[in-house]
């Protein structure tokens, strides 16, 4: 049940990171699609009852270290290190583009 919970969530959104609210490294990606102008869908682990089967569930999807988790498209882009070569790489803004996320 937990692994249908994350692909239904994964699907609301354009954009949806999985978080912990004391993760420092979750709030760098939060801030750093905040100031690209997408407002993704966060999913605080640590502040919702079901945060412990969805952090396993994304273990399962090889999810490792299992916070922050983004999410583009529906499609796992991974953690900061993903994210970040994304970014760095000039491909983060034409996918979120893509998926709608972002128009301008």
């Given amino acids: 049940m937990p692994m249908e919970r994350v692909l239904k969530l994964v699907s609301e959104k354009p954009v949806v990171i999985f978080s912990k609210s004391s993760c420092c490294m979750c709030h760098t990606i939060k801030t750093l699609f ?8 966060i999913h ?6 079901t945060g412990k089967e969805i952090e396993r569930a ?4 090889g999810c490792s270290p299992t916070v922050p988790v983004v999410f583009i498209g529906g499609e796992l882009v991974g953690g900061p290190n993903q994210v970040m070569s994304l970014h760095i790489s000039r491909s ?3 996918l979120l583009k893509r998926v709608g996320a972002l128009w301008l």
């Avoid at 905040?34 to 869908?41: A, I, M, Q, R």
């Avoid at 605080?44 to 009852?49: M, R």
Wanted: no cysteine; charged share 25%.
């Fill in 34 to 41: 905040s100031e690209l102008g997408v407002y993704p869908s």
């Fill in 44 to 49: 605080e682990l640590d502040e919702i009852p």
């Fill in 58 to 61: 994304l273990i399962r999807l």
């Fill in 92 to 94: 983060l803004i034409p």
